[in-house]
């Protein structure tokens, strides 16, 4: 037997160690995990409002409708408006308030005392006189309306021929009648005579057409007396006639001779005469 080294061959086979596999420091100190409690289950999120645009069309419709509906009650409104103004039930309110000239201020000479009545008198001599005098009545608007057209109406109240002193023959002969009932003389205002406004106009020309036809041509020299009526009414803008009231009424008396009102001559001026009311806010 031969020794190698001291050893016998035998001897000689090593044991092998088996390798250690080497651990990191961290992986052994983490303790195995634990048992877990089971997650809780997610709740969905509720969704995010979705942002709308916004709908003009449908907020001009709704606009359109409001406005179309105002128009109609509008509309609605001015119609019975309307109505009430051409079936009468809305009127046009006119009152007298003033007569002008005044007593004072009438012209020299034709205020006169009468024998009859033993008192001063308008007195008219002839034709110029009416113009002399230019008598006007005043009437305000005391309604709620604006009236665009007025209509004078001159009517014969009563008349007679001053025959004191004359042959009872003579004094026996009737008075003229007047053919026409009214004097109708209509005018179409420059301007609407609004609420409390004032409008003037002269009565010239139905006192001139009535005593005319009054007048007793075989008796000339002689006085005629005479009362005249006057009514004013009024014609509302888009009304449908013309109203009056019993204060737009008032009466007018003088004397007068024919002699001084030939036939041809006042017709003459009544074809050419025009006459236009003023209107104004206040007297």
């Known amino acids: 037997m031969e020794h190698n080294g001291g050893r016998s061959a035998g001897m000689s086979r090593k044991k092998r160690k088996r390798p250690i596999t080497k651990t990191s420091v961290a992986q052994q100190a983490v303790p195995a995990p634990a048992s877990q409690a089971p997650a809780p289950p997610e709740v969905p999120s509720a969704p995010k409002p979705e942002k709308k645009t916004t709908n003009w069309v449908a907020w001009l419709a709704l606009f359109v409708s409001l406005v179309s509906g105002s128009g109609t009650i509008w509309n609605a409104t001015t119609s019975n408006r309307n ?38 008198v308008l007195t008219l001599s002839d034709v110029d006189d009416f113009f002399r005098l230019n008598p006007r009545l005043l009437f305000k608007n005391v309604g709620d309306e604006p009236i665009g057209d007025i209509r004078l109406e001159t009517r014969l109240g009563f008349s007679f021929i001053d025959m004191i002193g004359e042959p009872e023959e003579r004094q026996r002969k009737p008075t003229p009648w007047a053919y026409e009932d009214a004097t109708r003389d209509d005018y179409v205002l420059g301007e609407k005579l609004f609420p409390e406004h004032i409008v003037e106009v002269s009565i010239v020309r139905g006192l001139l057409d009535q005593m005319t036809q009054l007048q007793a041509t075989d008796r000339a020299d002689r006085w005629h007396y005479g009362q005249f009526d006057i009514r004013c009414m009024g014609k509302l803008v888009n009304g449908g006639g013309f109203d009056s009231t019993d204060y737009s009424q008032a009466s007018v008396n003088f004397r007068w001779k024919p002699a001084g009102f030939p036939q041809d001559k006042c017709k003459k001026v009544l074809e050419k005469l025009r006459h236009v009311p003023v209107v104004r806010q206040t007297k």
């Open 83 to 120: 109505y009430d103004r051409l079936s009468g039930r809305t009127r046009a309110q006119l009152v007298m308030i003033d007569s002008v000239p005044a007593q004072e201020d009438v012209p020299e000479g034709l205020l006169q005392k009468s024998p009859i009545f033993d008192e001063q």
